[in-house]
T-cell receptor, first 116, second 114 residues
């Protein structure tokens, strides 16, 4: 079984400050990890993913995430937050076993609020 | 059009109605998914299709009936729903070669059951 935990329902950050949205995971094999963003009344947009290789992954809109195997974490980060980053963020995982068409397991989401 | 398109975007139905949600992807993918998004709950995977064949059904009640006539189209047929079925229903697609492929989501169909 696989699972994702996003321990914070909401994260508040001042504009221009660095932001971190936390994610921890549990899988039986090796993880494939993903971050998505959802704006109000919209679908989920893909931000970035970790498959293998460099633990620091860079994605869309200046976001990056760091894979930490020992802590089973994949925290989303951005050096300088924008008000337009305010949205709902989802972490997701899939393990590396089985076929290729399994769905992703998502966390419950974290509301990111950037204050001007 | 590109990406994943869902229709209708909004649907209101009574508990005795029959309606359908439609999803179409223009990405050349071969796997398609239905997810349910309810307030304050994680996204719930409902169904998975790979090359038109259903590969996953996560104990979804029979009042939800999926149909995948080809790799580009996915339907969710709805009948005798309950008010607790009100939610945002999200369709997604992906390439099924390898397990590192991300899912591409549509904008969702907001369903309200009266």
């Amino acid at each position: 079984a696989q699972s994702v935990a996003q321990p914070e329902d909401q994260v508040n950050v001042a504009e221009g400050n660095p932001l971190t949205v936390k994610c921890t995971y549990s899988v039986s094999g090796n993880p494939y990890l993903f971050w998505y963003v959802q704006y109000p009344n919209r679908g989920l947009q893909f931000l970035l993913k970790y498959i293998t290789g460099d633990n620091l992954v860079k994605g869309s809109y200046g976001f990056e995430a760091e894979f930490n195997k020992s802590q089973t974490s994949f925290h989303l980060k951005k050096p300088s937050a924008l008000v337009s980053d305010s949205a709902l963020y989802f972490c997701a995982v899939r393990d590396d076993s089985g076929g290729g068409a399994d769905g992703l397991t998502f966390g419950k989401g974290t509301h990111l609020i950037i204050q001007p | 059009e590109t990406g994943v398109t869902q229709t209708p975007r909004h649907l209101v139905m009574g508990m005795t109605n029959k309606k359908s949600l439609k999803c179409e992807q223009h990405l050349g993918h071969n796997a398609m998914y239905w997810y349910k998004q309810s307030a304050k709950k994680p996204l719930e995977l409902m169904f998975v299709y790979n090359f038109k064949e259903q590969t996953e059904n996560n104990s979804v009640p029979s009042r939800f009936s999926p149909e995948c006539p080809n790799s580009s189209h996915l339907f969710l047929h709805l009948h005798t729903l309950q008010p607790e079925d009100s939610a945002l229903y999200l369709c997604a697609s992906s390439l099924s070669r390898g397990r590192g492929g991300e899912l591409f989501f549509g904008e969702g169909s907001r369903l309200t059951v009266l």
